[in-house]
T-cell receptor
């Protein structure tokens, strides 16, 4: 089992729709969870982080964490073509080693 | 510029040569990470430091790879006897060492091409 798993996609949504990205992780001791956006040829850019169970909202982005299910998700409301990118889920494992999933490619169609 | 800085941005080298990359983290950050990323994959953990101490190195990492952070500030990643399979983007990230506020921020990466 991979430490951090994501559906590779591509996930295609129409402009204005909600994009839902999911991630599961293996280490029950993990405490910190992150979502990064990566455009082609660029380095990852942090867009959300969450430490506690529940929802965390920042603008059009909502991160959701369920530690019991070892599940993290990212919702993007009112998706825009500029949101088209690869979204990486990252988890701080015990000892603060940050492990990344393989990423989900998102396409937002105008 | 107070972000993470990596040098060089691009490196082309012949197979068998040694290469060294540098990373300057955000100044108040005491954790520093190195990752490798190939096309279509997420960043693969290589190693990380807390201050000058190297706390973990990936089991998948060949002995040809070594990293240092001698004074707990900048770090170097050296690859000896490069192979074509080493061609990738090498990413450095830094974060603070608290129990919270552990978000890691990336540099722009060093793209290595081994020919």
């Amino acid at each position: 089992q991979k430490e951090v798993e994501q559906n590779s996609g591509p996930l295609s949504v129409p402009e204005g729709a909600i994009a839902s990205l999911n991630c599961t992780y293996s280490d029950r001791g993990s405490q910190s969870f992150f979502w990064y956006r990566q455009y082609s040829g660029k380095s990852p850019e942090l867009i959300m982080f969450i430490y506690s169970n529940g929802d965390k909202e920042d603008g059009r982005f909502t991160a959701q964490l369920n530690k019991a299910s070892q599940y993290v998700s990212l919702l993007i409301r009112d998706s825009q073509p500029s949101d088209s990118a690869t979204y990486l889920c990252a988890v701080n494992m015990e000892g603060f080693k940050t492990i990344f999933g393989a990423g989900t490619r998102l396409f937002v169609k105008a | 510029d107070t972000g993470v800085s990596q040098d060089p941005r691009h490196k082309i080298t012949k197979r068998g040569q040694n290469v060294t990359f540098r990373c300057d983290p955000i100044s108040e950050h005491n954790r520093l990470y190195w990752y490798r990323q190939t096309l279509g994959q997420g960043p693969e953990f290589l190693t990380y430091f807390q201050n000058e101490a190297q706390l973990e190195k990936s089991r998948l990492l060949s002995d040809r790879f070594s990293a240092e952070r001698p004074k707990g500030s900048f770090s170097t990643l050296e690859i000896q006897r490069t192979e074509q399979g080493d061609s990738a983007m090498y990413l450095c990230a830094s974060s603070s060492a608290g129990l919270s506020n552990t978000e890691a921020f990336f540099g722009q990466g060093t793209r290595l091409t081994v020919v």
